[in-house]
Structures are given as C-alpha cells and as structure tokens.
C-alpha cells in the first residue's frame, strides 16, 4: 500500500516538473523570439546648442547603442548650430561607429542648421520631417558670417568631403557653405543631399529598413524593422555640461570669476577669492577644456579649500564651497570615466547617486562642525588675566621661550621670566600678543 502511495506521490512530483519545465521552456522561447524578431534601434534628441556637452551625449549613446547590440541609432536633430569644434568631434564620433547612423531632422518644421546641417549630411542615413529645414552653414567669426576665403575653404571641404562619403550631392553641400544655401526637406531630397523625408520615426525605420547605405568604403544594410525602440537619455554629466558651456553662462562665469578673484587677492581676509577661482573653473568648461582634467581640477581644489578651512579658519565658506567642488568633480568623473566600461546605466546612475550623497552629507556635517566651533571660539570668555588665573605646566619652560600650560581646563601658549617645570602650579600675570606670561605660583 505504501509503495502504491509512494509511486502515486512520485509521478505526480515528476508531472508537475515536467508542467514547470515546459512553462519555463515555452516563456523563454516566447521572450527569446520576441526579442530575436525586432530590431533595437536608439534614439536620442540633438537639440539647442551644439557644445561640449552635445559631443559627450553623442559619444555616450554610441557607447550605449554598441554594447547593447544596436542596428541602428537614430539622432533627432532640432538645432540652430553652435560650435565648430564640438560639431567635428560628433562628426568624428559618428564616422567612427560601429552601429549605423540616421539623422533625422524632426519634428516638422524644426531646423538643423549651421553645426546641425554638417552633422546630418555626416550620417550614414539622412532623412528630415516634412517642412523642416537645413543649410546656414557658413562659418561665423564673432557675430558675422566670415567671407575670408580660409575659413571658407576649409568649412566647404569638409561638407563636401562629409557628402562625398555617402554618396550625395557635392554641389549643393558646397552651397551649403559658400552661399549659405538653405533647403526645406522635398528640395533636400530632390537635389539629393539627404535619403528621406518621413513624418515620423517609426515611418522612418519601416521604410529604412533593406537600404543600403556606404560610410566611404564600408556599406551597410539597414535592419531597423521590425523595430523595438529604445530612448538613451542625457546621462548626468551631459545635464550639468549642458549649463555649463552655454556660452552666456561660462562667459559670465569665467569674466566676473576673474574679477571677484582679483578683488579677494587684493583685500584681506578670505572668500571673495575662493569664490572667484571656482567661477574661473567652471567657466573654462564653456571652452573646451577636457572634462576629466576640469574634474581633477575641481576634486583637488575642494580638497585644497578644506585644509584651508582647517588651518586658517574662513567661517565655513571655504568648507561649503570645497564640498560642491568635490561632488561636481565626482559626478563629472563617476558619469564620464576616463576609459570605457561594460557595465549597466544604472548601476552608473545608482552608484553616482551614493557617491553624491554621501560626499555632500559629509560635507555639509563637518562644515557645521566648523562652522560651529568658530562660534564658540568667538562666544568664548577671556580668562581671568589678574593673578587669580592659577593652573600648571604641561611643559618645561625655560626663561624667554615658550611651553604650554593648563588654565582653566585649556591648554595655552606661555612665557616666563623663570624657569618653570612641567607639572608645577602657575599663575597668570599677564598676556602679550595672545601669549600668557605665567610666574611659579608661591606655596
């Protein structure tokens, strides 16, 4: 009977992993074909000015669309242009890829012009939104197109060169420069300088789909239907970079920085002149410095402003301002390493988080604690400086030089005429330049 029970018992267990076995095995197929059956493709949004930041933000989706096996990565452009140097970094990052590049200027009626018109004809794909516009690419010096013809020269062939990579209209990529040409979509397809004009993304990856498209000598098939889309977001450097190296902004940074230095150097007491180096710091971000060198620069400079704090005493400013140096230089650095990872976005996210935390937590704590020992430095009484003052030596002293001595439960720098050993009783006759003069106290 019990072997009956038992066999029963046992072919039931064996059943119910069977049943477990073929839900796991048809679940993961399910999932396995659903994402064997469509195309990841990111996207990302190229919009306002076109800077430091905007190179970090290409690189890192790049980054981002390679490690995760991308088809494609598709960039919305909707800029009016910005700088030169920022706008050839792109071009270099985009030239460099693995993962196909489609530029699309969207929505309708947006514009991708100056900066923005050589990144489109750099992609591997070009497409625009109905009613949008590109061109404007004639470089500016100061706030007026240039005509100098070696401005000219080299901005003409490097549109010219950028269209020729893939196939497209040289002519009208050289007008694009020389006569500030500028073309709204159905004219940009018809004379050949971009591949499509498509009202929306998802029109855009359906008909994409099959092309294909040449970077110089290397051709590839666009697969990007069907798709499964997925948004690279600004990581957390390119958000700060972003206002950092709007030119308004690091102009005004780096000017009055220099100024309020100026004026902290040449008054005494300190803070002015913190205030001001940490507005010359972030302001040569605006201006093309490396981001990892501004972060070490801003690590080291909190670092600096704190033993500052501690040796000479600034009333907690110097303490305050170290610490929002050291989290803007570890958030910089933790969100922009300096060599590639192979890691999870949010670990990046969840770990930079920490890092900020904790740096700012402990930052605000020690200078309260500064700030608050200040206080009681301040609040503190004098000691009674007639002959009352009683306490005892903690050093040796001999006649003219100076040792410590215990006054009312502090430590204090003294003097004396005599020679006094340490542990003897002493009283206080005077002080002169924060020193007490001390005699043996007479038994």
Known sequence: MFL?????????????????????????????????????????????YISVATVEHVRSTLTYAENVGAKAVVFQLNTLGGSADAMMNIVQAILASKVPVIGYVYPQAAQ????????????????????????????????????????????????????ALHGRNTTVAEKFVTENLNLYAQEAKECNIIDAVEPSLEELLRNADGKTVRRGDAVFQLQTYPFELKYFD?????????????????????SIGILVLLVGLSTPGMGAEIVGAMMVILGLVGFGININIVSAILVIFGAVLFVIELKKGAHGIAALIGTVAITLGFALTISNPFSPTLIQAEWVFRTLLTVVAATLSAGIILTVLIVKAISIVLRRKPVDWLPTGEGRAADDILPGKKGYVVVGGEYWQATSDEEIKSGDAVVVVGREKGVLKVKKKVQ
């Open 234 to 254: 600004k990581p957390v450097n390119v958000e700060i970079l972003i206002y950092l190296t709007d030119p308004l902004l690091s102009s005004l940074l780096l």
């Open 112 to 163: 991708s012009l100056s900066a923005g018109t050589y990144i489109l004809v750099a992609t591997d794909y070009a497409a625009m939104a109905p009613y949008s516009i590109i061109g404007s690419a004639q470089p500016v010096v100061g706030s007026e197109p240039t005509k100098e013809s070696k401005y000219i020269n080299a901005f003409k062939q490097q549109m010219i060169s950028y269209a």
């Open 4 to 48: 009956i029970c038992g066999l029963m018992a046992s072919r039931r267990i064996i059943n119910l992993l069977i049943l477990i076995l073929l839900i796991t095995y048809f679940g993961l197929f399910s999932q396995a074909y659903a994402l064997d059956g469509r195309n990841l493709v990111v996207y990302t949004d190229i919009s306002g």
